[in-house]
């Protein structure tokens, strides 16, 4: 992991490639190489990287964010929608019932938590206004 903190990221894919060999099925394994992939300028290895993550778990917020970038770059809607389906599924609701204008902060981690969504509800925003002004050209 030297490599990782070196920015090596040739090196850093070698060794997810061999990390992943022997646990093809680690969903963290396959959203880093899809980063990597993504940081080398491999946008088409860094999308298949994230999908691979996706199938084995479509319920990460941060990966369902990272595959929508790649998607919305190939004009993918399919798997764009079904990236960004989490904000409906877990943000909003969550955001309805605890994020309203007379909440109360009751500790820290309920504060993160709540700062946490409103930072995934801007970013899905954000995405799906960029596929809306590449619909309308």
């Not at 992991?1 to 022997?22: C, F, I, M, P, T």
């Not at 860094?46 to 691979?52: G, K, P, Q």
């Not at 764009?80 to 909440?103: Q, S």
Request: net charge neutral; glycine share 4%; proline share 2%.
């Amino acid at each position: 992991r030297e490599h990782w903190r070196a920015e090596d990221g040739q090196q850093a894919v070698a060794s997810l490639k061999q990390s992943l060999a022997e646990n093809p099925h680690d969903y963290v394994s396959w959203r880093q190489m899809g980063d990597w992939y993504n940081e080398l300028g491999e946008k088409d290895l860094a999308f298949e990287s994230y999908l691979r993550a996706f199938t084995l778990n479509d319920r990460n917020q941060t990966l369902c964010i990272s595959l929508a970038e790649a998607a919305l770059e190939r004009r993918d809607w399919e798997v764009f929608d079904k990236a960004l389906a989490f904000y409906e599924m877990d943000v909003l609701p969550w955001l309805e019932k605890y994020g309203g204008p007379n909440r109360t902060v009751s500790n820290k981690k309920s504060q993160m938590a709540y700062n946490q969504r409103i930072n995934y509800q801007r970013r899905v925003l954000s995405l799906r206004d960029k596929r809306n002004k590449i619909d309308t050209k």
